[in-house]
């Protein structure tokens, strides 16, 4: 392995989850998303010389990738999946009593059914693990636009996911 | 820090570093009370945002890597050869199975026809391309990409064109333009060892072919924003 091929494992590598799962929402679509993976992960192994700054690395990624988005994606919308067609498994099951299972996939399905502009800031936060700080200056936005945004976002998840928890104690 | 400043910050981002909302979380009940309330809701939102991750895209991204570094001394000849294997791959493999569209049975005639793919060293300019979109009542509206080799041909209602791409990565990639040909929206051919699809164009289709590990999202964006009829 090149030294080069080392520093971007070591740099990029270990975000590769993290932004597939990012992919996916952005785009809601499973080849979308494998796609915008491998298209930024080639675009960043071209560039990784010009990353200076190597704290930076993780921010600098995700930027790749929502770009990549923007450019190949923003024009021709994606189809985005109906959720009888999605077959999105919660990753260890055992860790979830049967009720939070039914709480993640009511929470997955508003998901689907969330902005944008509200589901964006939403991942960047709970996967990307990302500051408001940092997410305003990802998103070319103020911090407060991302606060309103991030609180939306909350709001409308938990407000369907007490809807359908409504309707479900009633059947 | 009172505790609807703290809600109010909690209800946004929870994860929040501020000290002051630190303090209130850690020193008034209530503050800790609202935030474990909310953590809770955070872990399902956290569940539900983990969708599991396929592992074997990494390999893709590997061989990608890879491939990229090798790009750069790969000379026109390979891309020549790998055009024509995938021609006579994919010409083969349509042969061997049932189409059932007749749509699909006409990209199987024509990759059938003619297997050999001709193509140019250099990229074709755009202004040598126009007057034969033009003749097919077609205009070239942007970037359409890097293309190689056109050749208009008999389509199924009509004429059309073939055409090599090659895609960000030097791979050529196979498109066959069917201006009179419309399709509602786009569909998959599945296939061993190739990828196709069928995109519905503003002025009819195009189908795009290509090895699975190909990247062909770019071309196909480019065909979908690019071609139109000449009014």
Request: hydrophobic share 40%.
């Amino acid at each position: 392995m090149s030294m080069k091929e080392r520093k971007f494992d070591a740099l990029l590598g270990i975000y590769y989850e993290d932004l597939y799962r990012f992919a996916y929402w952005l785009g809601k679509d499973e080849q979308m998303a494998k796609d915008l993976v491998q298209e930024s992960y080639l675009r960043a192994w071209r560039a990784i010389d010009s990353l200076k700054d190597e704290k930076a690395a993780k921010s600098w990624i995700f930027t790749i990738l929502r770009r990549e988005f923007a450019r190949q994606f923003e024009k021709k919308r994606p189809i985005t999946n109906s959720l009888d067609e999605m077959v999105v498994e919660v990753e260890d099951q055992t860790q979830h009593t049967p009720d939070e299972l039914m709480d993640i996939n009511i929470t997955r399905e508003a998901m689907m059914k969330l902005e944008p502009k509200y589901a964006e800031p939403l991942v960047l936060q709970v996967i990307g693990g990302f500051s408001c700080d940092e997410i305003a200056e990802q998103l070319a936005i103020s911090s407060s636009a991302v606060m309103t945004q991030l609180f939306r976002a909350r709001k409308q998840l938990t407000s369907h996911l007490s809807r359908e928890s409504k309707i479900g104690n009633k059947l | 820090m009172n505790y609807f400043e703290f809600k109010q910050i909690l209800a946004s981002d929870p994860y929040s570093k501020d000290p002051d909302f630190l303090a209130a979380k850690n020193n008034d009940t209530r503050c800790y009370r609202a935030y474990q309330e909310a953590m809770k809701r955070e872990r399902t939102i956290k569940a539900a945002l983990e969708i599991p991750v396929p592992q074997h895209n990494i390999q893709h991204i590997k061989f990608r890597q890879a491939q990229d570094k090798q790009n750069t001394l790969r000379n026109q000849f390979f891309a020549v050869a790998a055009s024509a294997v995938l021609m006579i791959g994919a010409g083969l493999f349509f042969l061997n199975n049932n189409q059932s569209s007749e749509l699909e049975r006409f990209i199987n005639e024509a990759l059938m026809m003619e297997p050999t793919v001709y193509m140019s060293d250099e990229e074709i300019p755009h202004d040598e391309l126009q007057p034969l979109f033009a003749s097919i009542n077609t205009a070239v509206d942007g970037d359409l990409g890097d293309v190689h080799f056109m050749k208009l041909c008999p389509t199924l209602n009509g004429k059309g064109a073939r055409m090599v791409f090659m895609n960000d990565f030097n791979q050529p990639i196979t498109v066959l333009y069917m201006p009179n040909s419309p399709i509602e929206s786009a569909f998959d051919m599945q296939m061993d060892g190739f990828k196709g699809k069928i995109v519905a164009l503003e002025q009819g289709s195009a189908a795009i072919i290509a090895r699975p590990h190909e990247s062909t999202a770019q071309i196909e964006t480019a065909l979908i924003n690019t071609l139109r009829p000449i009014q």
